[in-house]
């Protein structure tokens, strides 16, 4: 009887469409994947071309002074890009994977991006994770909605129910035909991404098959509480179109909507006009007094005095200083960012929706922790830069006592750590109360 009904399940047209549409977008979202990979490559190769050009043309044009080529010069910080952000794009899109910092001041740089389209934006990528995350649950809607009440209003639910010993267990494991085919359908897609994005067989693979088959248990658990309760058609199918309207649309906006309201950051600004002022007070004070900041900052350095006239010791401690002034707004932004990420994965913890996309982009590292983590690594990077150059400038040495062939662009990776208990604990936790509760009132009604 199984073996009938799945094939019934099978041949009809409208299954058979929706597989074709679903195994054909969720191809097309892993060759977007594959196109912004391949961007990203393309980035690090034209930066890393760009970087020994830019060394070489600069150090030939400025050969006289290394203050004025160092004011100049940039080194580049790049943002390694995971194979698994094929899968989810996240925030890579619109966060820059590469910095190219000068050793002036550090919060004027710090948040240079590019410029991007706006509608493309407003569109968002046709990634794998909104692929999962958005058509896998309305396919779960579209094949289990009817899978009791079809039977009902097509006249066919008697005779099952009086060949089957127990009608809750045939509805179910028809039920069950359904959401294999489906499950089945991510498996596949899985299996192709990996050799189309070059993904490597390792716990972070694993995490992401993990938690996309977990989220489409939880929607399979929670369409088969809503069909539990024997109503219509057109009952079931909306009540389910609600659910998803609220956990993919709703509750992500007034969530984000939230955190913006909770954690502003109205310290953006205020960073940039403190570094600016900072900077630019040093021209009307005593050089005695703007030296004195920087001296306390680097007391390695306080050896070279107070310069006699506005020459490059000064304008690169003016800098400093600028960055010093600005400090505590960009310490107070950086907590709040931190924050508002630390809010985001705790809410997340309620809507698997937004659990699992929150989820992939961290194991994508293309989420907002990633992003912060560039940048701490960003203002190590212009620090060390700075601490390397500050003694040749500051003693006016010869431009050829420094080795610039050696100048390389730097990556940076950040650690993949799968918290596995984060990862799947909300989502099972989802699965196991839709169960219960199906089972408790499946008790009441399949009779």
């Known amino acids: 009887m199984l073996l009938l009904a799945f094939k019934n399940f099978i041949r009809s047209r409208s299954v058979l ?21 391949d961007r990203q490559h393309q980035h690090l190769r034209d930066v890393q071309a760009w970087q020994q050009e830019h060394v070489q043309r600069n150090v030939a044009f400025h050969d006289k002074e290394i203050g004025l080529l160092l004011y100049y010069l940039r080194f580049s910080l ?47 990528n046709l990634d794998f994770s909104f692929v999962l995350i958005y058509l896998f649950p309305l396919m779960i809607i579209a094949f289990t909605y009817n899978t009791l009440s079809g039977e009902k209003e097509q006249g066919t639910w008697s005779l099952l129910s009086l060949q089957a010993g127990k009608p809750g267990k045939l509805i179910l494991q028809l039920f069950a035909l359904r959401g294999a085919v489906l499950l089945a359908l991510f498996i596949v897609l899985v299996a192709l991404a990996i050799p189309i994005l070059g993904l490597p067989l390792d716990r972070g693979l694993l995490a992401v098959v993990t938690v996309g088959i977990l989220y489409l248990l939880f ?37 984000n909507n939230f955190l ?18 900072g900077y630019h007070d040093k021209w009307d004070q005593d050089q005695v007094l703007a030296m004195k900041p920087f001296y306390k900052h680097y007391p390695q350095f306080a050896h070279y005095g107070v310069p006699k006239d506005r020459g490059w010791l000064w304008y ?13 707004s960009s310490d107070l932004l950086r907590k709040k960012l931190h924050s508002r990420e630390q809010a985001g994965q705790a809410i997340a913890w309620f809507i698997p929706s937004l659990h699992v996309q929150w989820q992939l982009n961290g194991l994508a590292q293309a989420g907002l922790g990633n992003y912060l983590q560039y940048l701490d690594r960003a203002a190590i990077f212009h620090e060390a ?20 062939k050696a100048i390389q662009v730097t990556r940076f990776t950040a650690p993949q750590y799968v918290d596995w208990l984060r990862l799947t604990l909300p989502l099972v936790l989802s699965v196991v109360l839709l169960s219960l509760l199906s089972t408790f009132n499946g008790r009441k009604q399949f009779q």
């Open 17 to 37: 469409l929706g597989i074709v549409f679903l195994l054909l977008t969720g191809v097309i979202s892993l060759l977007i994947g594959r196109q912004f990979l």
């Open 78 to 124: 790049v943002n390694e890009t995971h194979p698994l952000n094929g899968l989810s794009i996240g925030q890579r899109d619109v966060t820059p994977s590469v910095k190219s910092l000068n050793i002036r001041n550090l919060e004027a740089q710090q948040y240079d991006t590019d410029l991007y389209n706006p509608t493309n934006l407003l569109l968002g």
């Open 219 to 255: 929607w399979l658990s929670a369409s088969w509480w809503i069909l539990s309760w024997q109503k219509s058609s057109p009952v079931n199918a909306i009540s389910l179109l609600a659910l998803w309207v609220l956990l993919t649309m709703v509750s992500p906006a007034m969530i």
């Open 260 to 277: 913006i309201n909770r954690y502003p950051t109205p310290e953006a600004l205020e960073t940039a006009v403190e570094q600016r002022r």
């Open 316 to 328: 690169f401690a003016a800098q400093q200083m600028g960055d010093d002034e600005a400090k505590a």
């Open 385 to 404: 830069n700075r601490l390397h150059y500050y003694p040749a400038i500051f003693e006016g040495r010869a431009v050829s006592s420094e080795d610039w």
